[in-house]
C-alpha cells in the first residue's frame, strides 16, 4: 500500500522510545492493525466475489465482473481519501477522524460477512467511506517531529515498514487459514478484529496525540453525528456506483480532466513561468504514476485468479499476496540507503529517471510471466510457481524506486498555497490506476491461458517502450523541475 506524505507542521516533540518519540510507536501499532485489515480480505476479495456473486456467469464473464468491482473498490477508496482529508481539516478535527474512521470500519467489514451482494456492496461502500477519513494517520506521524527533526525520514521509514507488516501478515490468517478453511466470507472477521485492535489502541492513547483538543474550522459538537449520518447516507449511491462500473470510469476520468484543467488555469492566471514547467513537470510524473500503478495492481485482481487457475504451487494462491509487502520489508531499507550512496558518488539517477526505471521493471516482470506461460507451460496448462514470486519482485524494487520518491516531490513541485490539493490529486492518481487497472484485467479472462499470454506481452512491450520514453526524456523533465530535487 502506498504511504502518504506528512505535512510541514509539526507541533511537538516527545519523549523518546528506541530513539523515536513515544506516541510514535502508538501510531505504528496502528497502522499496522489497518493494514491489517486492509490487506486482509483485499488478499481475496475479487475470488470471493466472482465465486459468491458472479458463478452464474460463464466463467470469463464472472472473472471480469469480479476485476471491474475490484478495481471500483480502489477506485473509490483513494477517491474518498480527498474527501475526508477535508473533512479531516476542517470539520473533526484530524485525530476525532482517525478515531471515527477505524470504529465505522469495523462495522462494514463485519457487514461484508453478510449474505447477499446488495449488502455487501452496502458495506464495501460504507468501509470505503469509512476509510476516507483516516486520512490524517500519515500526518500524525510527522507531527511527533520538529520540522527540524533529522529522525523524520527514519520515522516515516518505520510507517513504511508498518504498513507492510501489517499487509504481509494478513494474508496468511485471512485468507490462508479463514478464508480457504472456513470459506472466504468469515474471512472479513479477522480483518475485522485488526482493525478492533487498531481502534483499542488508538483510543487508548489518542488524547496524548500532539492535535488532540485542536478545533477545526467548522467544528461543533454536533459534528460527529453529522458525519456519521452523511457516511451512512453517501453509503447507498456509493454502491450504485461499484455496481456500475462503467458510469464510474466515466466520473473518475472526469474528475481527473477537472483537476489537471485546475492547474493549467491556475498556472495561467500566476503567469509565473518556472511554476508552469514543475505543474507540467508533475503532470507527466502523475502520468507515469498512473501507468506503474494499472500495471503492478494486477497483482491483486487478474494475477491473482492467474495463480488460483494456471500455477501449481506448495501454498494456497492467496499467499502470493504477502510477497510484495515481503519482499518491501526485506528491500525498502537497503534501497533507501542506496540512492545516497550513488548521491556520494555522482550516479544517482534523478527522480524522472527513477520513474523510468520503475516503469522498466515492472514491464519486465510481465516478461518474466510472458516467458513462463511460453517455455515453462505444462502439459496440464499449468506453470511451475517461481516465476510469480520473480514477478513480484520486479514490480516491488519498481515500486521503491518510484513511490516514496513520488510523493516527496510533489510537495516541492507544487506552489505553496496549492501543495494540499496537489498531494491529493496524485493520490487520486492511484484511483486512476485502479480503474485503468481493471480495464487491462478484464482482457485477460476470455481464452485460458492465452488471454493472460497476450496481455503480458502487451504489459511488456507497450511498458518498456514508455519507460525508455521516460528514461531518454529525464533531462528534459528535470529542467522543467527548476532545481527541485
Same mark, same amino acid.
Given at each position: 500500500?502506498?504511504?502518504?506524505?506528512?505535512?510541514? $507542521?509539526?507541533?511537538?516533540?516527545?519523549?523518546?522510545? &528506541?530513539?523515536?518519540? #513515544?506516541?510514535?510507536?502508538?501510531?505504528?501499532? @496502528?497502522?499496522? +492493525?489497518?493494514?491489517?485489515?486492509?490487506?486482509?480480505?483485499?488478499?481475496?476479495?475479487?475470488?470471493?466475489?466472482?465465486?459468491?456473486?458472479?458463478?452464474?456467469?460463464?466463467?470469463?464473464?464472472?472473472?471480469?465482473?469480479?476485476?471491474?468491482?475490484?478495481?471500483?473498490?480502489?477506485?473509490?477508496?483513494?477517491?474518498?481519501?480527498?474527501?475526508?482529508?477535508?473533512?479531516?481539516?476542517?470539520?473533526?478535527?484530524?485525530?476525532?477522524?482517525?478515531?471515527?474512521?477505524?470504529?465505522?470500519?469495523?462495522?462494514?467489514?463485519?457487514?461484508?460477512?453478510?449474505?447477499?451482494? =446488495?449488502?455487501?456492496?452496502?458495506?464495501?461502500?460504507?468501509?470505503?467511506?469509512?476509510?476516507?477519513?483516516?486520512?490524517?494517520?500519515?500526518?500524525?506521524?510527522?507531527?511527533?517531529?520538529?520540522?527540524?527533526?533529522?529522525? #523524520?525520514?527514519?520515522?516515516?521509514?518505520?510507517?513504511?515498514?508498518?504498513?507492510?507488516?501489517?499487509?504481509?501478515?494478513?494474508?496468511?490468517?485471512?485468507?490462508?487459514?479463514?478464508?480457504? $478453511?472456513?470459506?472466504?466470507?468469515?474471512?472479513?472477521?479477522?480483518?475485522?478484529?485488526?482493525?478492533?485492535?487498531?481502534?483499542?489502541?488508538? =483510543?487508548?492513547?489518542?488524547?496524548?496525540?500532539?492535535?488532540?483538543?485542536?478545533?477545526?474550522?467548522?467544528?461543533?459538537?454536533?459534528?460527529?453525528?453529522?458525519?456519521?449520518?452523511? @457516511?451512512?447516507?453517501?453509503?447507498?449511491?456509493?454502491?450504485?456506483?461499484?455496481? $456500475?462500473?462503467?458510469?464510474?470510469?466515466?466520473?473518475?476520468?472526469?474528475?481527473?480532466?477537472?483537476?489537471?484543467?485546475?492547474?493549467?488555469?491556475?498556472?495561467? #492566471?500566476? +503567469?509565473?513561468?518556472?511554476?508552469?514547467?514543475?505543474?507540467?513537470?508533475?503532470?507527466?510524473?502523475?502520468?507515469?504514476?498512473?501507468?506503474?500503478?494499472?500495471?503492478?495492481?494486477?497483482?491483486?485482481?487478474?494475477?491473482?485468479?492467474?495463480?488460483?487457475?494456471?500455477?501449481?504451487?506448495?501454498?494456497?494462491?492467496?499467499?502470493?499476496?504477502?510477497?510484495?509487502?515481503?519482499?518491501?520489508?526485506?528491500?525498502?531499507?537497503?534501497?533507501?540507503?542506496? *540512492?545516497?550512496?550513488?548521491?556520494?558518488?555522482?550516479?544517482?539517477?534523478?527522480?524522472?529517471?527513477?520513474?523510468?526505471?520503475?516503469?522498466?521493471?515492472?514491464?519486465?516482470?510481465?516478461?518474466?510471466?510472458?516467458?513462463?506461460?511460453?517455455?515453462?507451460?505444462?502439459?496440464?496448462?499449468?506453470?511451475? *510457481?517461481?516465476?510469480?514470486?520473480?514477478?513480484?519482485?520486479?514490480?516491488?524494487?519498481? =515500486?521503491?524506486?518510484?513511490?516514496?520518491?513520488?510523493?516527496?516531490?510533489?510537495?516541492? &513541485?507544487?506552489?505553496?498555497? =496549492?501543495?494540499?490539493?496537489?498531494?491529493?490529486?496524485?493520490?487520486?492518481?492511484?484511483?486512476?490506476?485502479?480503474? &485503468?487497472?481493471?480495464?487491462?484485467?478484464?482482457?485477460?479472462?476470455?481464452?485460458?491461458?492465452?488471454?493472460?499470454?497476450?496481455?503480458?506481452?502487451?504489459?511488456? *512491450?507497450?511498458?518498456?517502450?514508455?519507460?525508455?520514453?521516460?528514461?531518454?526524456?529525464?533531462?528534459?523533465?528535470?529542467?522543467?523541475?527548476?532545481?527541485?530535487?
Amino acid at each position: 500500500m502506498t504511504p502518504q506524505v506528512a505535512n510541514e $507542521h509539526s507541533t511537538t516533540a516527545t519523549s523518546d522510545f &528506541l530513539g523515536h518519540p #513515544r506516541m510514535l510507536w502508538m501510531l505504528l501499532a @496502528t497502522t499496522v +492493525g489497518i493494514n491489517f485489515a486492509f490487506y486482509g480480505f483485499r488478499a481475496f476479495l475479487a475470488p470471493y466475489v466472482a465465486d459468491a456473486f458472479f458463478s452464474a456467469l460463464p466463467h470469463a464473464d464472472a472473472l471480469k465482473q469480479a476485476n471491474f468491482l475490484f478495481a471500483g473498490f480502489g477506485a473509490l477508496l483513494y477517491a474518498a481519501t480527498i474527501v475526508g482529508g477535508w473533512v479531516a481539516d476542517n470539520v473533526l478535527g484530524e485525530v476525532q477522524a482517525l478515531r471515527l474512521s477505524l470504529w465505522l470500519a469495523i462495522v462494514g467489514l463485519v457487514c461484508m460477512a453478510l449474505p447477499g451482494r =446488495e449488502a455487501f456492496l452496502l458495506a464495501l461502500a460504507f468501509y470505503i467511506l469509512a476509510s476516507g477519513l483516516g486520512i490524517p494517520l500519515t500526518v500524525l506521524i510527522g507531527r511527533n517531529y520538529l520540522n527540524s527533526d533529522p529522525r #523524520r525520514d527514519a520515522g516515516y521509514t518505520l510507517f513504511y515498514l508498518a504498513i507492510n507488516l501489517g499487509a504481509f501478515v494478513a494474508p496468511f490468517v485471512c485468507a490462508n487459514w479463514i478464508g480457504v $478453511h472456513y470459506g472466504f466470507r468469515w474471512g472479513f472477521i479477522p480483518a475485522a478484529v485488526g482493525a478492533a485492535a487498531a481502534a483499542v489502541i488508538f =483510543e487508548w492513547k489518542h488524547r496524548r496525540v500532539a492535535t488532540c483538543g485542536e478545533t477545526a474550522r467548522f467544528q461543533r459538537r454536533w459534528s460527529t453525528p453529522v458525519v456519521v449520518v452523511i @457516511t451512512v447516507l453517501l453509503s447507498y449511491p456509493c454502491m450504485l456506483l461499484l455496481s $456500475h462500473p462503467s458510469v464510474l470510469a466515466i466520473l473518475v476520468y472526469a474528475l481527473m480532466v477537472l483537476l489537471v484543467l485546475y492547474f493549467i488555469v491556475s498556472s495561467v #492566471r500566476r +503567469g509565473d513561468r518556472v511554476q508552469s514547467h514543475r505543474y507540467l513537470a508533475m503532470l507527466l510524473l502523475f502520468i507515469a504514476l498512473v501507468l506503474f500503478w494499472a500495471w503492478s495492481l494486477q497483482s491483486a485482481s487478474s494475477l491473482n485468479f492467474f495463480a488460483r487457475d494456471y500455477v501449481d504451487a506448495p501454498f494456497n494462491f492467496t499467499l502470493y499476496q504477502s510477497a510484495n509487502p515481503l519482499y518491501i520489508l526485506i528491500l525498502a531499507i537497503p534501497i533507501a540507503i542506496l *540512492w545516497p550512496w550513488l548521491e556520494k558518488r555522482g550516479i544517482n539517477p534523478s527522480t524522472p529517471r527513477k520513474f523510468g526505471i520503475g516503469l522498466l521493471l515492472v514491464a519486465l516482470g510481465y516478461g518474466v510471466m510472458l516467458g513462463a506461460t511460453h517455455f515453462l507451460l505444462r502439459s496440464d496448462g499449468h506453470i511451475t *510457481w517461481w516465476p510469480l514470486l520473480v514477478c513480484y519482485l520486479f514490480s516491488t524494487v519498481g =515500486e521503491l524506486s518510484l513511490s516514496p520518491i513520488g510523493y516527496a516531490m510533489i510537495g516541492k &513541485l507544487a506552489a505553496p498555497n =496549492e501543495a494540499s490539493l496537489a498531494m491529493g490529486g496524485w493520490f487520486f492518481g492511484v484511483s486512476v490506476a485502479y480503474d &485503468l487497472s481493471g480495464q487491462i484485467a478484464a482482457m485477460t479472462t476470455s481464452g485460458g491461458i492465452a488471454g493472460y499470454t497476450h496481455v503480458f506481452g502487451l504489459l511488456l *512491450w507497450v511498458g518498456v517502450a514508455i519507460a525508455v520514453i521516460y528514461l531518454v526524456a529525464a533531462p528534459w523533465i528535470v529542467k522543467l523541475m527548476h532545481g527541485v530535487r
